[in-house]
């Protein structure tokens, strides 16, 4: 075993957490290094002992040369695995790199489910080079799954079920498991699915009940007490969702007549709630769905749209600020407060707009609830607009010497604060409701309601009170 992966054993329990699971600088450095000099044998003995996410993350942290390089001496050692761990933004240049021999023996290890999401995101001719590397029966399973809709549960269900009728029992089972060829048993499973003579699921028996039960149990007396059933053109989001919400391990998918077609277990739907997290919160931060191996004009591409429409925003804010030019040019302190009206206000609702946004997509914001919350933020608001009002009210007193100017600005702080709960927690709920993605488009609204009440507020009540 190499020094680095020796390195990671031997590390200390109180070792910052932060570097747990992370592949070592050395580990990596090593690896290039065998690349360099062309050492086959040093790259396959470094790479033999991590896992396929490793050496995935190690493909997509090193540059395009070395990352080619790579690929071309590890050659027939390169595991289908890996294919389904790296990012979707390098895997279509990885599998480019790979001959076809290689490219045919990595893709039949894989499960049908990895497969689709494998190729699916991949162009026509691509496609058709890893469908080419299927064994018939395989190529049709797969072609079959791209046939529904993209993120539905077909598409991310795996063909490879283990069925048995309703009237077997435990030993029936077990024998019939270990008759089946090796091949044609999902690599990981957590079920049997029990079907009726239409090939309708009735009910899930986990490995863990099979096993301990007496041979001539029914299999009926085992079935669990949580189960569903999975339309196949569902959303996938949906189905994370009931996988979350019911703690399922796996779920049979049915077709429109209600027949057992595929199933799915907990590590894709995990996988999909992990990705609409993350795209909840990049699309809140307007950049789209990029990564960081993304070159530089596909992410100036992805973020150029949102900095546009903050342009819009910014130039409605300062509309108006124009309204106000004789009372800043009359009262300079107003020009140093303002941003920090605006700034609060901003923050505030950004805090609420999370929630929110949060909350929707977890379905716990309903329309039961909905306005508790939007009371809860805007007396959330109120609270903390109250607090920060004494503490800017004093400011603008020792600061400017003007008590009127601290009164001023502490009661544009507070409406500002309840318009920042109410806009973050109304808006997104607005959005949802027309069938607009909050965590695309709420941002950009919040933001534009908090700068220009903020503005209007203070620099209003400026005008009337001070001048």
């Not at 490793?54 to 390169?78: G, M, S, V, W």
């Not at 077990?174 to 044609?184: G, K």
Request: aromatic residues 6%.
């Amino acid at each position: 075993m190499s020094d680095q992966v020796e390195v990671v054993e031997q590390a200390s329990p109180e070792e910052d957490s932060a570097q747990a699971y992370k592949l070592e600088p050395k580990t990596v450095a090593s690896v290039l290094y065998a690349v360099e000099i062309d050492d086959r044998e040093r790259l396959i003995e470094l790479m033999e002992p991590l896992h396929a996410a490793d050496i995935a993350d190690l493909l997509e942290q090193i540059n395009p040369f070395e990352r080619t390089k790579l690929i071309r001496l590890y050659d027939r050692e390169f595991d289908g695995e890996i294919l389904s761990e790296l990012d979707d933004s390098i895997r279509e240049e990885v599998i480019a790199i790979l001959t076809p021999q290689v490219l045919s023996q990595a893709v039949r290890e894989l499960d049908s489910d990895d497969v689709v999401d494998l190729i699916e995101d991949l162009e026509d001719t691509q496609q058709e080079v890893i469908l080419g590397a299927l064994e018939e029966s395989d190529r049709a399973a797969v072609e079959q799954a791209l046939s529904w809709p993209e993120y539905s549960a077909g598409r991310l269900m795996q063909r490879e079920v283990v069925a048995a009728p309703e009237h077997w029992t435990v030993g029936q089972a077990i024998d019939h498991l270990r008759a089946t060829p090796e091949e044609d048993l999902p690599d990981q499973f957590y079920h049997i699915v029990m079907v009726d003579p239409r090939f309708h699921p009735v009910g899930n028996v986990t490995l863990g009940k099979l096993m301990r039960s007496k041979r001539t149990t029914p299999l009926k007396e085992l079935l669990e007490d949580t189960f569903r059933i999975i339309p196949a053109a569902q959303d996938e989001g949906e189905v994370a969702y009931a996988f979350n919400q019911y703690h399922l391990i796996s779920a049979p998918v049915v077709d429109d007549e209600g027949r057992l077609i595929g199933v799915i277990t907990i590590d894709d739907a995990m996988a999909v709630l992990d990705e609409e997290h993350e795209e909840d919160i990049l699309r809140l931060a307007g950049v789209g769905e990029g990564s960081l191996s993304d070159r530089v004009t596909e992410t100036t591409k992805q973020r150029l749209p949102w900095l546009a429409v903050n342009l819009v925003t910014a130039i409605a804010a300062s509309m108006v600020i124009s309204q106000f030019e004789a009372a800043i040019a009359q009262i300079v302190a107003l020009a140093v407060l303002m941003p920090i009206v605006a700034s609060m206000g901003g923050n505030a609702g950004t805090q609420s707009l999370t929630v929110a946004v949060r909350a929707i997509a977890t379905k716990d914001l309903t329309g039961s609830n909905v306005w508790r919350v939007i009371r809860r933020e805007c007396l959330v608001g109120l609270i903390n607009g109250a607090i920060f009002a004494v503490v800017m009210g004093i400011v603008g007193v020792v600061w400017f010497g003007s008590p009127a100017l601290g009164y001023v600005i502490a009661v544009a702080m507070v409406v500002n604060m309840v318009v920042a709960g109410l806009a973050g927690t109304g808006i997104p709920i607005i959005l949802e409701r027309i069938g607009v993605d909050p965590a695309l488009a709420s941002g950009a609204f919040v933001t534009t309601v908090t700068d220009v009440v903020g503005f209007f507020a203070f620099l209003g009540l400026a005008a009337v009170v001070l001048l």
